[in-house]
């Protein structure tokens, strides 16, 4: 009985003083603080937008019957959370047009983004919006109304601060509006390249 614990309280100092001698025990892991990825941003981009009837299909690089082509410039203000969600506000007007139809339109958006590279994003767009078309020529066209919006994208930062993007957004989808000749329904795309600037 005396033998047994004579070689647990051996033991017992043997782990001891290894935990004090310092031995190979691993240190503590030290908590490093998650870097702040938040930031605000703003934007802008020439946006190449198809206004048409809704059963003619886009066709952003030749001009077809039902469809107008404008030249647009986009505005964008942003807010990034962290590096994959952000929340977006865009205002789109139309600088030149095909002397049919001019548009403004309006989006919110929330952004899942996910950085494939330290430079390089990819993210999506959705959100709700509105759109609103008068004639820029001799044909009668009203629309105003709201609705889904929803994109996809990438951007490539150059700097910290400055980055370029290339995006496709669904503006409208069927929306209701009046053409000379009757009622319509209407959809709307736009491809976008521009600059953001993040503060």
């Known amino acids: 009985m005396m033998k047994?614990?004579?070689i647990s309280v051996a033991a017992i100092v043997a782990l001891s003083s290894f935990g004090f001698a310092g031995g190979d025990i691993a240190p503590a892991p030290v908590m490093v603080d998650e870097v702040d990825n938040?930031?605000?941003y703003l934007g802008l981009a020439l946006s190449a937008v198809s206004t048409r009837d809704a059963d003619v299909s886009m066709d952003i690089f030749n001009g077809k019957d039902g469809q107008d082509r404008l030249g647009n410039l986009t505005f964008q203000a942003g807010y990034n959370f962290n590096k994959y969600i952000a929340v977006?506000?865009?205002?789109?007007t139309t600088i030149a047009d095909d002397d049919s139809v001019e548009m403004d339109g309006w989006s919110l958006?929330?952004?899942p983004q996910y950085p494939v590279t330290e430079d390089f994003n990819?993210?999506?767009l959705i959100g709700f919006g509105g759109v609103s078309m008068d004639p820029?020529?001799?044909k009668y066209v009203d629309v105003d109304d709201s609705g889904f919006q929803w994109g996809i994208g990438a951007s490539y930062d150059f700097?910290?601060?400055i980055a370029v993007f290339f995006d496709y957004t669904n503006l409208a989808n069927d929306m209701d509006g009046i053409y000379w000749d009757g009622a319509l329904q209407v959809d709307a795309d736009a491809f976008?390249?521009?600059v953001t600037y993040k503060f």
């Open 4 to 6: 047994k614990i004579t």
């Open 38 to 40: 938040s930031s605000f």
């Open 88 to 92: 977006e506000g865009r205002y789109t």
């Open 109 to 111: 958006f929330v952004k």
């Open 122 to 124: 990819i993210y999506a």
């Open 136 to 138: 820029a020529g001799n």
């Open 159 to 161: 700097t910290d601060n």
């Open 192 to 194: 976008n390249l521009g």
